[in-house]
């Protein structure tokens, strides 16, 4: 039977470096020592993991936006719509320690 594993007898094979290489003659892969400064780019990603509910909010929010208003606006946008609103608000969340801590200071601080 022949291998599917193309020319290579077996993915455990031991694997030979080039001859007259020496771990002292690779290069060495530099790590950061911290994390870059944001605004080194134009944008960063960053990923986020969202309950269903929050992701369902997004998408009611995005939907009457746009039956009001006939502009489309993604989940995206708004996030960073809030997120910027908040920096502009001067709210000091640094006292928070939890998250239901942090959402239930917001929402008083919008009830008024």
Known sequence: MKSRLGKADSIFKK???QKGT????????QVPSSRPTAGTSVENKL???LPPGQV?????????????TTMKVKRTEIIRALIAG??????DLSGLGSEED????IRDRLKG
């Open 47 to 49: 990923t986020v993991i």
């Open 86 to 91: 908040l920096m502009s608000s001067g709210l």
């Open 56 to 68: 369902d909010f997004l998408d009611r929010l995005a939907l009457d936006i746009r039956s009001k």
């Open 102 to 105: 942090i959402a239930g200071d």
């Open 15 to 17: 694997t030979v470096g």
């Open 22 to 29: 020496t771990p002292k003659d690779r290069p060495v892969l």
